[in-house]
């Protein structure tokens, strides 16, 4: 199973940020866009995994988020990794709740590392959506027209849970199907 931990986008959320990439106007990109459906905050990768360590996958991960009380988080501006001049992918950066995801990401993966062994993550997290993914560099004219686009407006939702889901890889695309949710239970 090929796996990662995120916070999942509600509908309304999902449907903000496709807005906003409408918005943007960019015709025949040369590149694909994240289906509304995918959209989402990756907040621990972990690639293929063996079926039979979902469930302690998914019990440390309870402990991780058992502290965390739920919180609210609002999407701004695209922006791109490593920039929007050279973009090898394209987000929505998280802008408040950014702390709280990277609290929770960090304690999702420490939790990990302590108790299972996984790996822990290379580089700091930023608290982002990605929306593309660009394998061949783009123009100057390209690069300016992404600089200027608009962010995503009504772009805010409650994070109460965290979803561990399995990611199928297909020609046309990832399909994401939620495994296991779990909630961000701490006191309030």
């Known amino acids: 199973m090929r796996l990662f931990f995120a916070a999942e986008f509600d509908p309304s959320l999902r449907n903000a940020v496709s807005d906003a990439i409408a918005r943007a ?3 025949n990109p040369p590149w694909r866009w994240v289906v509304r459906e995918n959209i989402h905050v ?7 995994t063996p079926e039979e360590i979902v469930p302690e996958l998914v019990e440390v991960v309870t402990g991780a988020c058992a502290g965390m009380v739920p919180f609210e988080i609002v999407l701004g501006g695209l922006g791109g990794f490593p920039n929007l ?8 950066e998280v802008t408040t709740g950014a702390r709280e995801l990277v609290g929770l990401a ?5 939790t990990l590392y302590d108790e299972l062994s996984i ?8 608290a982002h959506a990605t929306v593309a993914r660009i394998k061949t560099a783009i123009s100057p004219d390209l690069a300016a027209r ?10 805010f939702q409650r994070v109460e849970k965290v979803t561990l889901m399995e990611s199928e890889l297909h020609r046309e695309g990832a399909i994401y199907r939620p495994v296991k949710w779990i909630a961000l239970s701490g006191a309030k």
Not at 85 to 92: A, D, N, Q
């Open 25 to 27: 106007r960019i015709a």
């Open 42 to 48: 990756t907040l621990k990768f972990l690639g293929d």
């Open 85 to 92: 001049k050279r973009p090898r992918v394209l987000f929505y």
């Open 106 to 110: 960090e304690r999702i993966d420490t």
């Open 119 to 126: 790996p822990k993550e290379d580089r700091p997290f930023k």
């Open 146 to 155: 992404l600089e200027k686009a608009p962010p995503v407006e009504r772009g």
